[in-house]
């Protein structure tokens, strides 16, 4: 069982950065796969990254790529999104998740626990 709580949202103007933090308590931090999600008013959850169990692979959505950076700390059990370049269409619901398979996973079905999500809203 993990339970995860995401820090760090908030309001930013477009070209902006914000840092989201996960904290996860439980067992086994280092054993999951963790991975950001985001859902926009209307619309459904999607893939935004995914890091490994050792932080050493990465994935992104095509539509963050280079712009936003995932990574963990297995010794402080938490797992960050850096969000550089920001844009209007970035603004949603940020949540983090926790996958206890040893695959990189980029659908939501996959995962198993939910954090209750930060809000992010890009605007001038």
């Known amino acids: 069982q993990v339970q995860l709580v995401e820090s760090g949202g908030g309001l930013v103007q477009p070209g902006g950065s914000l840092r989201l933090s996960c904290a996860a308590s439980?067992?086994?931090?280092?054993?999951?796969?963790m991975g950001w999600f985001r859902q926009a008013p209307g619309k459904e959850r999607e893939f935004v990254a995914v890091i490994s169990w050792s932080g050493a692979n990465t994935y992104y959505a095509d539509s963050v790529k280079g712009r936003f950076t995932i990574s963990r700390d297995n010794t402080k059990n938490t797992v960050s999104l850096q969000m550089n370049s920001l844009k209007p269409e970035d603004t949603a619901v940020y949540y983090c998740?926790?996958?206890?398979?040893?695959?990189?996973?980029?659908?939501?079905?996959?995962?198993?626990?939910w954090g209750q999500g930060t809000q992010v809203t890009v605007s001038s």
């Open positions: 439980g067992r086994a931090f280092s054993n999951y796969v």
């Open positions: 998740a926790a996958d206890r398979t040893n695959v990189i996973r980029t659908t939501r079905t996959a995962y198993n626990y």
